[in-house]
């Protein structure tokens, strides 16, 4: 009899009206949320789980302990040094008989372009009279142009500023100090005019540095000419020079020394072993001097 009433009261139950829903809108909303934080959250690990298994399967291949740093970019180390020589001819011109040889102290830092076993030296000989260049102040644009290309080709040396010194009253000569590692430094430039053509005063002047072979020379398409000598050695004085000449009968001499003037006339401070600048850098102070 009991059984028989619980049916009865379950039928009327089922058959009876839907009961209320209760949910509102705000009680999905959030729930939706949550789920979706949920999905996130599981794709998220489920991404850190391939990556890390990667990078352990990586790990295993390749020896290396496990990291969760992130990759470094590479450091590129920024090469200091230039070439040391210039990627010339020699003037087309018969080599000079050497009359003795210049050696470097054994035992001594070895100098830059110079050999170990030495550089010949020759005497300028017997040579016709030539073009006799005459003594020029330097425009200030042009001072202006020399000392920005000293400090460009002369990096990361630091170049102070351009000075006028006269060793005579009408010969003006105008000095640079040059400083890096290795110590301070000189350049000397000399301004001249020439009565004669570029390339006629070049070849004259060709062996005017003791040198045996022919100077390194470049010639432009507009007449300029501009020609590197060797390395210069009186004791442990070192000189190398550069002359330009350009077809408004401008003419430039370079040196650079390894020394910086001392207390009294013709006093020198030797500071390195070789010239401040290289041959190549030579070069390039050339080029910006035969631009204006």
């Not at 949920?38 to 850190?48: D, E, F, K, M, W």
């Not at 003037?91 to 372009?113: F, Q, Y």
């Amino acid at each position: 009899m009991d059984d028989e009433k619980l049916i009865q009261a379950l039928r009327r139950e089922v058959d009876g009206p839907a009961p209320t829903v209760h949910t509102q809108l705000s009680d999905i909303v959030p729930r939706g949320l949550r789920r979706r934080r949920i999905r996130q959250a599981s794709s998220i690990a489920a991404a850190v789980a391939v990556v890390v298994g990667i990078g352990f399967a990586a790990t295993a291949f390749d020896g290396q302990p496990l990291s969760n740093e992130p990759a470094k970019t590479p450091v590129v180390e920024i090469p200091t040094t230039v070439p040391l020589t210039a990627d010339w001819g020699r003037a087309n011109l018969p080599a000079m008989t050497p009359i003795s040889t210049w050696k470097p102290d054994a035992g001594k830092t070895p100098i830059p372009g110079v050999p170990a076993a030495g550089l010949p030296q020759c005497a300028q000989g017997n040579m016709p009279p030539g073009p006799d260049p005459k003594p020029a102040s330097m425009a200030p644009g042009v001072q202006q142009l020399l000392l920005e290309a000293l400090r460009e080709v002369a990096k990361p040396a630091e170049v102070g500023g351009l000075v006028e010194r006269r060793p005579s009253p009408d010969e003006p000569v105008y000095w640079a100090d040059i400083k890096d590692r290795a110590g301070t430094a000189t350049i000397r430039v000399w301004p001249e005019t020439t009565p004669a053509s570029p390339l006629v005063t070049a070849d004259y002047q060709a062996f005017f540095e003791n040198n045996c072979q022919p100077p390194k020379r470049v010639v432009k398409p507009d007449g300029s000419v501009m020609q590197i000598y060797e390395i210069r050695p009186a004791g442990s004085v070192m000189t190398q020079t550069m002359r330009i000449y350009l077809p408004d009968h401008r003419m430039y001499t370079v040196m650079a020394h390894n020394y910086v003037p001392g207390s009294g006339p013709g006093d020198f401070l030797v500071t390195r072993p070789g010239p401040v600048l290289t041959e190549y850098q030579l070069a390039k102070l050339g080029e910006a001097l035969m631009s204006p």
